[in-house]
């Protein structure tokens, strides 16, 4: 009789590849097939939440495909698109020019591309806690370490700047800084972000600056941290999939700032883009025509966010034993349940979903500490559907809390 042969083994670095918000998504089918609504608080995805797409931008792809733009686009980027982001990072302060811009399919892309251009088995990036989680999947894919320096909840979310300089170590390749944030829904001052980019200048050491949200701001888009330093060593990045609506278009960009102390990384980025071919070629010819067109949809998006982070942080704040600081920015709270000793941030999530069907993310999974009660709420919804979960969250948490140990 033949034995059945062993299970093929993965590469062991994967082990410590993990991405919460979507890993989740296993329990929470578990509880639809148990027959109970799920209510996925989980992904910070506006589509999903009746958030449209600009008609322009959905213009501007048909057009593409329908002349014919559907072979394979330079690998870095179609010229009209790279010209757009210069143009509209010039005009905010950062000087730029195309060649030193390359589109990515996402944020995402760019971050890898310039972690992986950037950073060896071994070495260190700097990334904050909590931290959007693809920053350490991305390292434990190359092998690498992210090293966390605090955000501080009592200072709003802020990072500390001297934590983050004594974390410098010869290993340090790079500071990531996710400014406005995810999760914490934060945006930093401009004398935490000069204090931020002095570091980097003085050690050398490239910024990334995730300015996804950079637009999201409740206030009004906030400027590249490059403008406070445009011959800092600092890459910005952002995409179309939040302040734009199009998140599953993978159309997003980097900017590598005008310092030819970046030319060589931008050299590694551009080979390393080659290598990919290219991010998706019709969704980026929308790249110009959302950064030079119509933008009339972002302040009223602003407007819905700002009067969901209210309704968000009155609720929270409302419910005994949680505690939550007020966003500023982007659709992401970061509530505090003070959870009894031995009980995990875990606990209360998966708790929270298999009693009342609201799925949120577990604060560990974006690296803080398991039994300091954080999770994070993506307030996409309408205030009125948030209205009514946040009831449920206070029912549980009266439960949850009052239950012995
Ligand atoms: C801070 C941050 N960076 C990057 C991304 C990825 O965005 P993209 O869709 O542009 O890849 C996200 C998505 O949620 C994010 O929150």
Known sequence: MRTSPAAIPVAPRLRDFKYAIRNIVAEARKVEAAGRRVRYLNIGDPAIFGFQTPPHMIAAVERAMRDGHNGYAPSVGILPAREAVAQELTGRGMPMSPDRVVVTSGTSEGIELALTALVDGGDEVLIP????PLYTAVLAKIGAR???YRTDPAHGWLPDVEQVAKLVTPSTRAIVVIDPNNPTGASYPADVRRALIDIADRHNLPLLADEVYGDLA???PVPPMASLAPDAPILS??????AYLAPGWRAGWLAAGRTDRLDDVLAAIKKLADGRLCSPGPMQHAIAAALTGDRSHEPRLRDALRERA???TRAFNGID?????APSAAFYAMPKVSLPPGVTDEDYVLGLLRATGILCVYGSGFGTEPQDGYFRVVFL???????DIYAAVADFTRDFLSRPV
């Open 146 to 148: 992210g090293v966390f």
């Open 381 to 387: 919804a309408s205030p009125s559907e948030l209205t």
């Open 237 to 242: 990045f952002s995409s179309l999939s939040k």
């Open 310 to 312: 209210e309704v968000t």
């Open 129 to 132: 806690a909590p931290t959007y």
């Open 321 to 325: 034993g949680i505690s939550v600081v």
């Open 218 to 220: 409740y206030t009004g």
